[in-house]
Every structure is written in structure tokens, then in C-alpha cells.
């Protein structure tokens, strides 16, 4: 028993805590943190603009209305080919008030023979002047700019960049070398598109004209993105301690909200992240090999002789046509007038004969609703069509009334839809995947994600500042002389 000499008992210690992450994993975390915190933020800012606004470009079907009926008095001149020639499926339209044929990735001037010249900056302006329905006020030549920027322009380049004069400062892309409409924009246009396509997709034309350099920044950003994401739900779950006692977090203030948002919102930052990622197809993954069934479907066996009588027998009828299009079927020449078939539609019998050259066909029919690999998101599809089934599970989406060959999805195609489009959207549940409703609960879920990254990045700015003033604080100091 103790006495009063005895000395005083020392408290007993409380063991140390391990430490609860590994000290390089969390500055690491931290430092990454900020760099790619900041563009992260970034994505999901420019994310919530997205749902709303798309990235501006001309459709086919809106190029084509705004042209001009083909001048078939002044065709049609095929002295390019040979009469046995075979010719690729193409369109004959106008431009600038001459017939042109559209055929193997070149323009043919129908009415003087050979390929079609360089637009002059007259017959640009009147291409634009046709398209916008305005008289235009200016037009220069250029090789490319912000509008012009991705791989898809190249063939068309360089363009004649006409201001219409109009309200809405309406800007036309007329192609030097096709003479179409290649990109229409508006302010309107061209300022959303700084606050949503460009920032999220990383399209500055400073980076994006480099398609190799562009592909790996988005690839490696999202690569540092997505070790970031996991690296602090992993910090944040080791953390977390709601069975240890009362505390959901050790932390406190900014700190705990950090901690117990970034759990709430770690999930959705890693579907976005890795669904990002999924969209550049890196290294192969999820990109469709060709089809060699659908290439031999849409192959053409017509020669320009039979091309040259069939437009012959157009230019004596008089057809009133802004397009006629060169569509094969079963190998033949068919001609498609503004999207009528000439010689009447097809027949169902007349699609599932043809759908035999695609392989093997497990079922085949009519659709008139949207599937999960034919459906309109922002933008709409064409309805009804004519599915083919083929045994292996890939999907062909036929034109009922032409039998042209619309898009198709074999299993890689299926599994981009949902690894990419599927995580990236959240459009997975029927009825509830585009719309007011949708919108508003992508708008909540992404301000929610962002705000919760912008915290992260604040604590981290503000720890490195402390770390780079504490090292300022430990350089030795100059001696002072005597």
C-alpha cells in the first residue's frame, strides 16, 4: 500500500496512433491535388454548361437545305472517268451555281470537266450567301482556326471564313477546295463554346490542331485524374471511422468537410474520370475493328457510264432536287433525290434479302422506338428502322426506305456505349435519361462533385504556401560583418 513518501504514480500513456496513410501517399495527394484539382474543377464546370450547350457544326441534313436546286442545264460532264470506271457511292449538288459530283474524297466539276478549282473569294461568298439566305460583307482565306480546328476539317482546308452582316454576327466556313458549308457559327455559338465544349474537351486550337499531342494530354490528364480520385477515397475510407467512436471524421472545419464529401462524391469523380478516359479509346480499348461484311454491304459496283445515262434521264425529266444522292444497294446504282429513293421505296422483302450479305442473321425487322444502341441524346435519330440482329450479337440499323446502312454496333461498340457514354451521361435508366428532369439531376450531382474538389483545392494551396514559407523560414541566414 502507498504512504505519503511514496512518490506520485505517473499516468499511463495512451499508445501511439499508427499513422493512418503512408506520409509520401497523402503529399502526393496534396500537391497533385491542386494541378489536376484545378482542371477537374474545371471539367465539371464546363460539364454543367455541356448538358446545355453542344459544340456548333453543320449537320448534313442542314447542308443540304440550305442549297441551292442542282442547275442540270449546265450538267453533267463525266469526262473525269472512264465509262467502266467503278464509282464509290457520292452526291451531286451545286455549287455557287454549278453542278458538282462528290465521289471518292474529291469534288468533280460537272458542268466544265475535271476536278472542281479553288473557290474564288465571289463564288465563296455566294456559297454562303445561298446557305444563310443574307447577303455576306466579308470573306477571308484561311487555313484554320478555333472552328476549324480537329482532323475532321483536313480534307476541306483551306476555308473561306465569310462574315453574313447579320444580328446574330453569323460567321460561314465556305471549303476553298469543296466549296461546301463546312462550319456555321454565331457569337452566340463561339461564346458558349469557350464556356463548355472547349475547356471540357480540351479543344484551344494551340492544342487540339496537334491531334497526337492533344490525345496524350487528355489521356495522361485523365490517367493523373483518376490516381488522384482513388488515391483520396482510399485515404478518405482509412479515415473514416464510424464505428470507432462518435467522430465520422478526425478532422475538422474545411478539413472534415473535405473528408466526408469527397466519400459522398468519390464514386461520381471516379465514373467521370474513367468514363473520360474511356472516350479517347487509349491503347486500343473499346475500338471497333472494320466489319468486313458491312464494308462488302455498302460497296458499289456502278460505273460512270451507267451514273452518266441515270443523270441524263434526271436532266430530261427536270427533276427539282437540291441533292441526289449516289446510294449502292445490293451492289447497284440507286439514286436518292432529297432523301426520296427514285424508283420508289424498298420493299421489307427487298431489306431482308439484302441484309443476307451482313452475315449470319439471327432476326431482322422493322423499329420504330429507340434502342440502347440507337437512341438521340442532345440530338435526334432517324425513325423508324430496319434492324438486323446478326448471330454474333452486332446490330445493323438500315434506311427502310433506301436499305443505306446507318450505323451499326458490335460487341466493342455495345461496351463503349456503357463504359464511356452510359457512366459519362448517367442516361441508364429508361425515362429518365435526357430531358428537364435528367438536366437538373446531372446539375446537382456536378456542383455537388465540384464543390467538394474546389475544397480540396483550397486546403492544398493553402498547405503548400504554409510548406513553401516554413522552407523560406530555414534558409540559413547571411553573416553579418564585423
Same mark, same amino acid.
Given at each position: 500500500?502507498? #504512504? $505519503?513518501? !511514496?512518490?506520485? /504514480?505517473?499516468?499511463?500513456? =495512451?499508445?501511439?496512433? =499508427? /499513422?493512418? $496513410?503512408?506520409?509520401?501517399?497523402?503529399? #502526393?495527394?496534396?500537391?497533385?491535388?491542386v494541378a489536376i484539382g484545378l482542371l477537374m474543377l474545371l471539367w465539371f464546370a464546363s460539364g454543367i454548361v455541356m448538358l446545355f450547350v453542344r459544340w456548333p457544326e453543320v449537320t448534313d441534313a442542314e447542308r443540304a437545305a440550305g442549297l441551292h436546286p442542282i442547275p442540270w442545264e449546265r450538267c453533267c460532264d463525266l469526262s473525269s472517268f472512264g465509262p467502266d470506271q467503278v464509282l464509290p457511292d457520292g452526291v451531286v449538288e451545286?455549287?455557287?451555281?454549278?453542278p458538282v459530283l462528290r465521289a471518292g474524297g474529291e469534288t468533280y466539276d460537272l458542268e466544265r470537266g475535271g476536278v472542281l478549282a479553288p473557290l474564288t473569294e465571289a463564288e465563296a461568298m455566294q456559297v454562303a450567301g445561298e446557305h444563310a439566305g443574307r447577303t455576306p460583307v466579308a470573306a477571308r482565306l484561311i487555313e484554320r482556326d478555333q472552328w476549324t480546328t480537329t482532323g475532321y476539317f483536313n480534307k476541306r482546308r483551306p476555308f473561306w471564313r465569310v462574315e453574313v452582316g447579320d444580328p446574330a454576327h453569323t460567321v460561314v466556313h465556305v471549303s476553298a477546295r469543296t466549296g461546301q458549308v463546312a462550319q456555321i457559327t454565331t457569337r452566340a455559338d463561339r461564346v458558349l463554346a469557350w464556356l463548355g465544349p472547349i475547356p471540357h474537351w480540351l479543344y484551344p486550337d494551340i492544342l487540339r490542331h496537334n491531334t497526337k499531342l492533344w490525345t496524350q494530354v487528355v489521356i495522361w490528364t485523365s490517367v493523373a485524374g483518376l490516381f488522384l480520385t482513388v488515391t483520396g477515397i482510399y485515404l478518405g475510407v482509412i479515415a473514416w471511422r464510424p464505428w470507432r467512436d462518435r467522430r465520422l471524421s478526425p478532422f475538422k472545419g474545411l478539413m472534415m468537410w473535405h473528408?466526408? #464529401?469527397?466519400l459522398a $462524391?468519390?464514386?461520381l469523380t471516379l465514373t467521370w474520370t474513367l468514363s473520360g478516359l474511356f472516350s479517347m479509346q487509349p491503347w486500343g480499348l473499346l475500338e471497333s475493328p472494320a466489319d468486313p461484311a458491312a464494308e462488302h454491304y455498302a460497296m458499289s459496283h456502278a460505273t460512270a457510264g451507267e451514273l452518266s445515262a441515270a443523270l441524263a434521264t434526271l436532266k430530261a425529266e427536270g427533276l427539282e432536287a437540291r441533292q441526289v444522292r449516289l446510294v449502292p444497294f445490293e451492289g447497284r446504282l440507286t439514286l436518292v433525290a432529297d432523301g426520296r429513293r427514285l424508283g420508289g421505296p424498298l420493299a421489307q422483302s427487298d431489306l431482308r434479302r439484302a441484309a443476307a450479305a451482313l452475315g449470319p442473321v439471327a432476326s431482322q425487322g422493322l423499329m420504330q422506338t429507340e434502342d440502347a444502341y440507337w437512341y438521340g441524346h442532345h440530338e435526334t435519330v432517324a425513325l423508324p428502322v430496319w434492324r438486323v440482329l446478326r448471330t454474333d450479337g452486332t446490330r445493323f440499323y438500315l434506311d427502310p426506305g433506301t436499305g443505306e446502312l446507318l450505323g451499326s454496333a !458490335?460487341? #466493342?461498340?455495345?461496351? @463503349?456505349?456503357?463504359?464511356?457514354?452510359?457512366?459519362?451521361?448517367? !442516361?441508364?435508366? /429508361?425515362? @429518365?435519361d435526357r430531358g428537364a428532369g435528367w438536366a437538373t439531376a446531372m446539375t446537382v450531382l456536378l456542383a455537388f462533385t465540384g464543390a467538394s474538389v474546389a475544397i480540396g483545392v483550397w486546403l492544398g494551396w493553402r498547405r503548400i504556401r504554409a510548406d513553401v514559407t516554413r522552407l523560406g523560414s530555414l534558409r540559413p541566414r547571411p553573416r553579418a560583418r564585423a
Amino acid at each position: 500500500m502507498p #504512504t $505519503a513518501s !511514496d512518490p506520485a /504514480p505517473k499516468p499511463e500513456r =495512451k499508445p501511439r496512433r =499508427k /499513422p493512418w $496513410a503512408p506520409r509520401w501517399l497523402v503529399v #502526393t495527394h496534396r500537391y497533385l491535388g491542386v494541378a489536376i484539382g484545378l482542371l477537374m474543377l474545371l471539367w465539371f464546370a464546363s460539364g454543367i454548361v455541356m448538358l446545355f450547350v453542344r459544340w456548333p457544326e453543320v449537320t448534313d441534313a442542314e447542308r443540304a437545305a440550305g442549297l441551292h436546286p442542282i442547275p442540270w442545264e449546265r450538267c453533267c460532264d463525266l469526262s473525269s472517268f472512264g465509262p467502266d470506271q467503278v464509282l464509290p457511292d457520292g452526291v451531286v449538288e451545286a455549287v455557287a451555281g454549278r453542278p458538282v459530283l462528290r465521289a471518292g474524297g474529291e469534288t468533280y466539276d460537272l458542268e466544265r470537266g475535271g476536278v472542281l478549282a479553288p473557290l474564288t473569294e465571289a463564288e465563296a461568298m455566294q456559297v454562303a450567301g445561298e446557305h444563310a439566305g443574307r447577303t455576306p460583307v466579308a470573306a477571308r482565306l484561311i487555313e484554320r482556326d478555333q472552328w476549324t480546328t480537329t482532323g475532321y476539317f483536313n480534307k476541306r482546308r483551306p476555308f473561306w471564313r465569310v462574315e453574313v452582316g447579320d444580328p446574330a454576327h453569323t460567321v460561314v466556313h465556305v471549303s476553298a477546295r469543296t466549296g461546301q458549308v463546312a462550319q456555321i457559327t454565331t457569337r452566340a455559338d463561339r461564346v458558349l463554346a469557350w464556356l463548355g465544349p472547349i475547356p471540357h474537351w480540351l479543344y484551344p486550337d494551340i492544342l487540339r490542331h496537334n491531334t497526337k499531342l492533344w490525345t496524350q494530354v487528355v489521356i495522361w490528364t485523365s490517367v493523373a485524374g483518376l490516381f488522384l480520385t482513388v488515391t483520396g477515397i482510399y485515404l478518405g475510407v482509412i479515415a473514416w471511422r464510424p464505428w470507432r467512436d462518435r467522430r465520422l471524421s478526425p478532422f475538422k472545419g474545411l478539413m472534415m468537410w473535405h473528408h466526408l #464529401t469527397g466519400l459522398a $462524391a468519390g464514386l461520381l469523380t471516379l465514373t467521370w474520370t474513367l468514363s473520360g478516359l474511356f472516350s479517347m479509346q487509349p491503347w486500343g480499348l473499346l475500338e471497333s475493328p472494320a466489319d468486313p461484311a458491312a464494308e462488302h454491304y455498302a460497296m458499289s459496283h456502278a460505273t460512270a457510264g451507267e451514273l452518266s445515262a441515270a443523270l441524263a434521264t434526271l436532266k430530261a425529266e427536270g427533276l427539282e432536287a437540291r441533292q441526289v444522292r449516289l446510294v449502292p444497294f445490293e451492289g447497284r446504282l440507286t439514286l436518292v433525290a432529297d432523301g426520296r429513293r427514285l424508283g420508289g421505296p424498298l420493299a421489307q422483302s427487298d431489306l431482308r434479302r439484302a441484309a443476307a450479305a451482313l452475315g449470319p442473321v439471327a432476326s431482322q425487322g422493322l423499329m420504330q422506338t429507340e434502342d440502347a444502341y440507337w437512341y438521340g441524346h442532345h440530338e435526334t435519330v432517324a425513325l423508324p428502322v430496319w434492324r438486323v440482329l446478326r448471330t454474333d450479337g452486332t446490330r445493323f440499323y438500315l434506311d427502310p426506305g433506301t436499305g443505306e446502312l446507318l450505323g451499326s454496333a !458490335d460487341a #466493342t461498340a455495345q461496351g @463503349f456505349r456503357w463504359w464511356h457514354l452510359g457512366l459519362h451521361r448517367l !442516361d441508364v435508366i /429508361p425515362g @429518365f435519361d435526357r430531358g428537364a428532369g435528367w438536366a437538373t439531376a446531372m446539375t446537382v450531382l456536378l456542383a455537388f462533385t465540384g464543390a467538394s474538389v474546389a475544397i480540396g483545392v483550397w486546403l492544398g494551396w493553402r498547405r503548400i504556401r504554409a510548406d513553401v514559407t516554413r522552407l523560406g523560414s530555414l534558409r540559413p541566414r547571411p553573416r553579418a560583418r564585423a
